[in-house]
């Protein structure tokens, strides 16, 4: 079935570093894309998405590019804040059923210092 | 645009009690809601689907007689925990997608249930 993987956190940074946080995924098909964001104690928002390969998302600083090739939505920010610590989940939609239902990696854990 | 909110924001309840969580699309009509829970930093898993005005389609595992899940309008689905027990404590999340709009889906705030 399908899947996404996610780079196991925490991932630690200093404030104004270079963050990647990899993504890949198993999918039949060509899936829709999606890096959410979750800051404590709330549900998730929708950082950016991509619907098909080679397409870029891009929101807030933060990007990502639809591989194909490589099946892989590595998100990547070239500079953090303070204010990014967050939990980042990606995700693909999966249209088997006719229901588009949303899978999700683990999740991975983001915290900035200054 | 596009804002769901859940209530309660938090809820306690004794063992054995029923507790019911509302989610609402406030600003566009929501074909399809989806339920997820989520254990502390773990990521989400789909409880159910509920399409407006037809049955809940529940993943495996999920018992549909402990979670009833009714999505009486375009804008309105709860999720009752019948009989909720101490494992039954946890974050649940609803989703909502907008009427022909099939990939996006939009996030409530969350509700946390603690039960005694």
């Known amino acids: 079935g399908n899947s996404v993987t996610q780079m196991e956190g925490p991932v630690t940074l200093s404030e104004e570093a270079f963050l990647t946080i990899n993504c890949t995924y198993t999918?039949?098909?060509?899936?829709?894309l999606f890096w959410y964001v979750q800051y404590p104690g709330e549900g998730l928002q929708l950082l950016l998405k991509?619907?098909?390969?080679?397409d870029k998302g891009s929101n807030k600083g933060f990007e990502a590019t639809y591989r194909k090739e490589t099946t892989s939505f590595h998100l990547e920010k070239g500079s953090v804040q303070v204010s990014d610590s967050a939990v980042y989940f990606c995700a693909l939609s999966d249209r088997g059923g006719g229901y588009n239902k949303l899978i999700f990696g683990a999740g991975t854990r983001l915290a900035v210092h200054p | 645009g596009a804002v769901v909110s859940q209530h309660p924001s938090w809820v306690i309840c004794k063992s054995g009690t029923s507790v019911k969580i509302e989610c609402r699309s406030l600003?566009?009509?929501?074909?399809?809601m989806f339920w997820y829970r989520q254990f502390p930093k773990q990521s989400l898993m789909l409880m159910a689907t509920?399409?407006?005005?037809?049955?809940?389609?529940?993943e495996q595992g999920v018992e549909k007689d402990k979670f009833l899940i009714n999505h009486a309008s375009l804008t309105l689905s709860t999720l009752t925990v019948t009989s909720a027990h101490p494992e039954d404590s946890s974050f649940y999340i609803c989703?909502?997608?907008?009427?022909?709009?099939?990939?996006?889906?939009?996030f409530g705030p969350g509700t946390r249930l603690t039960v005694l």
């Open positions: 600003d566009f009509q929501a074909t399809t």
């Open positions: 989703s909502a997608r907008e009427r022909g709009i099939r990939d996006e889906q939009f």
């Open positions: 991509a619907t098909k390969a080679d």
């Open positions: 999918a039949t098909g060509y899936p829709s």
């Open positions: 509920s399409n407006e005005g037809s049955k809940a389609t529940y």
